[in-house]
């Protein structure tokens, strides 16, 4: 099957920066639409950032200009980049991919909501 994996989260003190890292494993024939979603306790999970295939990006308003998501589909990566990091950030913070990859029978198959485990950023005031 695929699975995807987060890292590079961590404490910061407000105004540092962070990146993440969602690599995707198994069997992929390619990498549809990412994003990156935050969660803090007692809340909803929100989308911070998308990248399509294309490259095309969407943000939310509240990381707009500050958080940077790129691509790199040969390593079938997606990077999260963080600047001027504010306590509010704080959250853990999930990847979701849509990965087309190849069934154990040979056959092409489709998951358009892979997530994963999750990676802790605490951002210090």
């Known amino acids: 099957q695929v699975r995807v994996l987060e890292s590079g989260g961590g404490l910061v003190q407000a105004g540092g920066s962070l990146r993440l890292s969602c690599v995707a494993s198994?069997?992929?024939?390619?990498?549809?639409?990412v994003g990156w979603y935050r969660q803090v306790p007692g809340k909803q999970r929100e989308l911070a950032a998308t990248?399509?295939?294309?490259?095309?990006?969407n943000y939310a308003e509240s990381v707009k200009g500050r958080f940077t998501i790129s691509r790199d589909n040969a390593k079938n990566t997606v990077y999260l980049q963080m600047n001027s990091l504010k306590p509010e950030d704080t959250a853990v913070y999930y990847c979701?991919?849509?990965?087309?990859?190849?069934?154990?029978?040979?056959?092409?198959?489709?998951?358009?909501?892979?997530w994963g485990q999750g990676t802790q950023v605490t951002v210090s005031s």
């Open positions: 990248i399509a295939i294309g490259g095309n990006t």
């Open positions: 979701n991919a849509d990965i087309t990859y190849y069934s154990s029978g040979g056959y092409l198959a489709r998951k358009s909501d892979v």
């Open positions: 198994g069997r992929i024939r390619s990498i549809g639409s």
